[in-house]
């Protein structure tokens, strides 16, 4: 039964699943706007540190004012209406509540919300990938013991180059290489929130017009994003990523299974069975026309010459040699497709992407030369920005990950472009999120350097 027939018979039963959503910002925004028009579902409640911000979006997006009155979350569910509040801690441990969606962006906060999900015995679909990429191997194990689900969030990339990755594997090709899209040059990794419209587009007249957020938006430019995500993706699919930092080769849709090849046979990767980030531009700053910029792809292998035979014949476009062959998304819908990922771990029991080793980091990488008392503003701010690193050159350095360069003060010199340590900074280790990762590090370290 398709997921959307599951939907509608529990809408049919009066039993629809019940969901909590943490932080209604942008991206649950998105999700919201897709709630009243999917059957079987009844969002229970909203957490967020500002109600009134809440509502406003709520409004935004088209909810009736009266459907957000309820007085408590058990007032919710006996009317059908929402509850707003700022207690997320009254919304994970309600025990009608199904799912729990972690849309923060807090990556400390988040691991929080999860641990005391799993401990209330509540699914979660963590919208917050930025926590994912630091700890997410060890959040998808406690949640396996504490028999729930841990998902990453379809319409958010990583979920959607899983999906493909799963795709390819049933179908009997080895993947050879995936990921997303990306407009990338590489003095991107300098910009900060002061630069970021130049670079990204736009005038800072249409940024604040659309109430855009500069650090937000410079996370993506300087390739924080794009590692965090393609960390998600490696952690999940088993896939390998580059030994020092993403490539970013230029390609248009129609080369990337030409540049997704091996070194040895033309292309860009180390190796087979990698995460990759293709550029919408090129070397010299020019747009590549029909490029994959907000899109994900899986290049596969033809292995044998029937398979290969076989793409000819139903006109499949590959690289020159007929055998690599890439299948793509060019667009991405964001918050407005999380509801595949909670009705999956509700009404099937299957996450939509789930860490299962742990291969890649993201380290905090100076921008900028950095003097001891400095404090860290993390990802997309004016300090550093996250490079993609495998596992074990990560655990073996003390790699500090960028989802805990927030706020910590730096006491060593550090040269830019030089990846930081634990030893760089004075970390706060009273947080879960610290103890989490320090506890993954542990628990996964052998695994690694073996790997390795």
């Not at 604040?208 to 430019?221: A, C, D, Q, V």
């Not at 350095?397 to 472009?417: E, I, N, Q, S, T």
């Amino acid at each position: 039964m398709s997921l959307y027939s599951k939907l509608q018979q529990r809408a049919a039963d009066g039993k629809p699943i019940r969901i909590g959503l943490i932080g209604a910002g942008k991206f649950g925004s998105m999700y919201l706007a897709q709630v009243p028009r999917t059957p079987g579902v009844h969002l229970a409640a909203i957490a967020d540190l500002s109600p009134d911000n809440a509502r406003t979006n709520l409004a935004r997006v088209g909810w009736k004012a009266e459907r957000t009155q309820a007085a408590s979350i058990d007032e919710a569910l006996k009317t059908g209406a929402t509850h707003i509040g700022a207690d997320w801690q009254a919304l994970v441990r309600h025990p009608a509540i199904d799912v729990v969606v972690e849309c923060t962006g807090h990556p400390i906060s988040a691991v929080d919300h999860c641990l005391e999900a799993f401990a209330h015995g509540k699914h979660v679909v963590n919208v917050t990938v930025e926590a994912d990429a630091f700890c997410g191997p060890l959040l998808a194990r406690k949640a396996a013991e504490a028999g729930v689900q841990y998902s990453l969030a379809f319409g958010d990339q990583p979920a959607l180059i899983c999906d493909l990755v799963d795709w390819a594997r049933t179908c009997g090709f080895p993947v050879v290489a995936a990921g997303r899209g990306h407009k990338w040059l590489p003095h991107f990794s300098e910009s900060t929130p002061d630069t970021v419209w130049d670079n990204w587009g736009l005038t800072p007249e249409q940024a604040k017009r659309g109430g855009l957020n500069p650090k937000m938006f410079n996370s993506f430019l300087d390739g924080s994003k794009p590692s965090i995500e393609s960390t998600a993706v490696a952690n999940a699919t088993g896939l390998t990523v580059p030994s020092n930092g993403l490539l970013y080769p230029p390609a248009s849709i129609e080369d990337i299974p030409f540049v997704t090849r091996p070194k040895g046979e033309g292309g860009v990767l180390e190796r087979k069975g990698m995460v990759e980030v293709i550029s919408s531009l090129e070397t010299d700053g020019r747009a590549i026309p029909y490029e994959i910029r907000m899109g994900v792809w899986v290049t596969v292998k033809a292995e044998t010459e029937y398979i290969r035979n076989c793409f000819e014949e139903y006109k499949a476009h590959t690289d020159p040699t007929g055998r690599y062959f890439t299948l793509y998304k060019r667009w991405h819908l964001i918050g407005l497709e999380v509801g595949v990922s909670v009705a999956s771990v509700a009404l099937r029991g299957e996450a939509t992407g789930v860490p299962t080793c742990w291969n890649a980091d993201v380290v905090a990488t100076a921008k900028r030369d950095l003097t001891p008392g400095e404090m860290l503003d993390g990802e997309g701010g004016y300090t550093v920005w996250g490079k993609l690193l495998p596992a074990d050159a990560s655990l073996r350095m003390g790699g500090l990950p960028l989802g805990l360069a927030h706020d910590v003060k730096v006491v060593r010199p550090v040269k830019k472009g030089q990846s930081l340590s634990w030893n760089d900074v004075a970390m706060d280790t009273s947080t879960h999120a610290y103890r989490i990762r320090r506890e993954m590090e542990t628990q996964f370290a052998s695994a690694v350097l073996k790997a390795a």
